[in-house]
């Protein structure tokens, strides 16, 4: 597994993007898994305070992810120290994670047909 797809790798996951934004690289896949493990918010803050002290940054930021969205997740993130959002970003994926999982779980049970022949099954399932 790349270190960009595994979502413990917080860090790394924020100095990936925040290096392709700075220098106004072209979107990847590699940077879209920065953002994608249930923890964009944190990841995105991370790198609208970092664009605070990086000029290089701060000029390229607005041409990435929506800036109106970015601040709104730092908004809602204003009171976590910068220190702390990996820890945040942790708890956020477990929550979201476990959001998912559930909807997941209750989809697939939604669509199991409720009139299953268990004889039909059987025979479906031994050929």
Do not use: H
């Not at 896949?29 to 990086?54: H, P, Q, W």
């Not at 607005?62 to 959002?85: G, H």
């Amino acid at each position: 597994m790349s270190r960009l797809n595994d979502p413990e790798n917080f860090r790394g996951r924020v100095n990936y993007a925040a290096k392709i934004i700075a220098y106004g690289r072209s979107p990847t896949r590699a940077l879209d898994n920065c953002f994608e493990n249930y923890d964009g918010d944190e990841v995105a803050t991370a790198i609208l305070r970092r664009s605070r002290k990086n000029a290089r940054l701060a000029a390229n930021l607005q041409r990435y992810p929506s800036l109106s969205c970015i601040e709104a997740a730092a908004n809602r993130l204003a009171d976590v120290p910068t220190r702390k959002l990996a820890d945040v970003a942790r708890q956020t994926r477990a929550r979201r994670k476990s959001a998912f999982d559930a909807w997941f779980e209750q989809q697939r049970k939604a669509d199991a047909p409720a009139d299953r022949d268990p004889i039909i099954a059987d025979a479906k399932s031994t050929s």
